[in-house]
């Protein structure tokens, strides 16, 4: 699949997500795909779990916004933040494809935390 189409489906997959589209958001995994989450320790086989897990979260997110899509070939990273709550999760999406559809995805999330004063000489916030 041409980086074009995949940053497209990218794009789909991202929207389809913040819209709640669950559907659309699983149109670009594999139906064998495996996703990880490494905090948790934690691994989803196969597209039918992934959609009916994020189908049935307590907490649906109320905000979305992708900051960066970045990749090349196979491999592809997203940046973006999800609203739990009222809380934004700071989260990187690890994926590789195979013929055009994601067999892979790892996910990482982080809650935001204040700057320590000690560093602020040499930092600049961004936002």
């Given at each position: ?31 064998d795909a ?77 809650d935001p ?15």
């Amino acid at each position: 699949m041409r980086e074009e189409k995949i940053r497209e489906a990218l794009n789909a997959h991202w929207q389809a997500s913040a819209a709640g589209d669950f559907d659309a958001e699983h149109d670009i995994y594999d139906d064998d795909a495996i996703c990880d989450y490494p905090q948790s320790g934690e691994r989803i086989l196969g597209r039918m779990n992934l959609q009916a897990l994020r189908s049935h979260h307590p907490g649906k997110p109320a905000g979305f916004e992708v900051r960066r899509i970045q990749g090349e070939g196979n491999l592809w990273i997203t940046e973006y933040s999800i609203s739990y709550n009222g809380r934004p999760a700071y989260t990187v999406s690890i994926m590789e494809f195979r013929n055009g559809k994601v067999v892979h995805e790892t996910q990482y999330f982080s809650d935001p935390f204040e700057a320590p004063g000690w560093r602020s000489q040499w930092v600049q916030q961004i936002g």
